[in-house]
């Protein structure tokens, strides 16, 4: 059955894809291995060489996240090999379990699920570390489970400060393209992105950055691979090509949007997302709910995880808003199953999209009969305005004579 109006997919990825990007997925495939096809895949080489923020090389698989994160472990660390995660939530947990499938001997420090990486914690565990069985470090920079983003130049400040040598390799699937990120400043060794969030693509493609020591580790890496091999990457790639079929109309799609990043500029981008986080925080607050995400620094500005209150259900809530708006809400996973629910404020975003997504969410509480404060659309409405006064609006007087002073505006 029709249902008339567009989705709101606020689900903290895949996000909405602009029609700009469908239009070049829509294109006729081209040649994979004719020139157009050599021009254009430099281009987008290029181009994600400044969302990572780096001179180093990116290499490109048809694959979802899941798939680069494999590629980073199997193309720099050989069987039985240590390595050391934090266990911020959700995803890492699941980088966990590959590293252990793929025979790896994972050292986790345990956390709340409410934090970020604790840098350190990281450096005690890597001081104890004296014989330097530890390889590598990894570390998801926005954990989408929560809401939480760590500091990643903290965590390599503590790795050099316990004077270790592992490599660092960071999950950016969340955060790539939505939130400042720098790869060479900050001194990763494998970054890990995808398509289907911050760079507003449909999913299907995923991403290593590689520094020059991860690329050197890979020389004598042990564990076996083939498709997501680097080296047989590099070399294809440097012709402009790849060693199989690539995902021709994907790249297309990939290289308008990183045209788009390039109009609006990254740094407008990532204040953009600030600016929408920072007034769904401003909306949960005043209907009486935490975050997931318990310290400020900390907050993510592409995802916000809203906790209800005790004997509450997420899913319930969720239901009722997909049935009534048409707009799906991410649930909670692992141990927040039922218990949070996640708002996605990332990707092809504007503040109407923001205040409407709130908008769904506050009548969503009402239609559920979960408590809170009225109003919380409101203040988000304030906040994205600069504004944390209402203006005020006397009874008696007509549209003309509201005093507007609250508003900044000339009376
Ligand atoms: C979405 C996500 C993943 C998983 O990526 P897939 O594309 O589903 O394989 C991994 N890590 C983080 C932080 C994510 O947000």
Redesign the pocket.
């Known amino acids: 059955m029709y249902s008339a109006g567009r989705q709101f997919l606020q689900i903290?990825?895949p996000t909405n894809t602009p029609l700009r990007v469908l239009a070049a997925l829509a294109k006729p495939t081209i040649d994979h291995r004719g020139p157009a096809f050599a021009a254009m895949s430099r281009e987008v080489l290029a181009g994600m060489g400044e969302v990572f923020a780096t001179a180093e090389p990116v290499v490109i698989y048809p694959a979802?996240?899941?798939?680069a994160?494999e590629a980073a472990l199997v193309n720099t660390l050989s069987p039985g090999d240590t390595v050391l995660m934090y266990q911020s939530g959700w995803?890492a947990t699941?980088w966990r379990k590959m590293a252990e499938k793929l025979g790896l001997n994972v050292e986790l420090i345990e956390a709340d699920w409410r934090s970020g990486v604790d840098a350190a914690r990281i450096e005690t565990h890597l001081s104890e570390d004296k014989e330097q069985k530890i390889k590598a470090v990894c570390a998801?920079h926005?954990?989408?489970s929560t809401g939480v983003t760590s500091d990643i130049p903290a965590l390599r400040r503590a790795m050099d400060a316990a004077g270790h040598p592992a490599l660092l390799m960071v999950?950016t699937?969340?955060s790539l393209g939505s939130i400042d990120y720098r790869h060479d400043e900050w001194g990763v060794d494998v970054t890990v992105g995808?398509s289907?969030?911050g760079l507003m693509l449909p999913?299907g493609l995923?991403f290593n950055a590689v520094s020059a020591k991860a690329r050197a580790a890979a020389k004598t890496a042990g564990m076996p691979r083939s498709f997501w091999d680097w080296e047989e990457m590099f070399a294809a790639n440097s012709n402009g090509f790849f060693p199989y079929t690539p995902a021709t109309n994907m790249l297309q799609a990939l290289n308008v949007a990183l045209d788009m990043l390039r109009e609006e500029g990254l740094p407008n981008v990532f204040a953009r997302h600030t600016r929408a986080a920072e007034a769904t925080r401003v909306a949960v607050r005043h209907w009486g709910f935490e975050t997931q995400c318990s310290v400020d620094a900390e907050h993510s500005s592409s995802l916000t995880a809203v906790r209800l209150p005790e004997g509450r259900s997420a899913d319930a809530l969720r239901a009722e808003i997909l049935a009534s708006n048409n707009m799906p809400l991410g649930n909670g996973l692992g141990q927040l199953a039922d218990r949070v629910f996640r708002i996605g404020h990332l990707g092809d975003f504007h503040d109407l999209m923001v205040t409407g997504t709130l908008s769904g969410v506050e009548m969503g509480l009402v239609a559920c009969g979960i408590p809170h404060r009225p109003g919380g659309v409101d203040a988000a409405m304030r906040s994205l305005s600069g504004n944390s006064q209402p203006a005020v609006f006397d009874k008696g007087s007509t549209a003309a004579q509201i005093d507007t002073s609250a508003n900044g505006a000339a009376a």
């Not at 979802?64 to 798939?67: A, L």
């Open positions: 903290p990825g979802t996240g899941t798939g994160w995803f699941l998801v926005n954990e989408t999950d699937i969340s995808g289907q969030k999913p995923s």
